[in-house]
Nanobody
Framework: QVQLVESGGGLVQPGGSLRLSCAGSGSLFRLYFMGWYRQAPGKQRELVATISSGGSANYVDSVKGRFTISRDNAKNTVYLQMNTLKPEDTAVYYC?????????WGQGTQVTVSS
């Protein structure tokens, strides 16, 4: 069973940056169409960025130009570089597949943007 472990969250001031990592397991991880999701308190989980196995990326409008998703298939890891963070980016961030069946969700990593 593929496991997902997110890390890299923290407390950052508005305008700051963070880099999130998602480590997956299994030999097929490199083939998965992956995404970063976030869930703010009282809100539904939303998909904010996706990346294909070949590295093609897409973003929701609210993060376009500020977030960059990437992956290192040799390390079974997907990244989310977040720049120019805003208070509304505060949420628990998760990674998972972005197409087909979801894997078991990891614990997520908390990102808090506050002065």
């Amino acid at each position: 069973q593929v496991q997902l472990v997110e890390s890299g969250g923290g407390l950052v001031q508005p305008g700051g940056s963070l880099r999130l990592s998602c480590a997956g397991s299994g030999s097929l991880f490199r083939l998965y169409f992956m995404g970063w999701y976030r869930q703010a308190p009282g809100k539904q989980r939303e998909l904010v960025a996706t990346i294909s196995s070949g590295g093609s990326a897409n973003y929701v409008d609210s993060v376009k130009g500020r977030f960059t998703i990437s992956r290192d298939n040799a390390k079974n890891t997907v990244y989310l570089q977040m720049n120019t963070l805003k208070p509304e980016d505060t949420a628990v961030y998760y990674c998972n597949t972005a197409g087909g069946t979801r894997l078991v969700w990891g614990q997520g990593t908390q990102v808090t943007v506050s002065s």
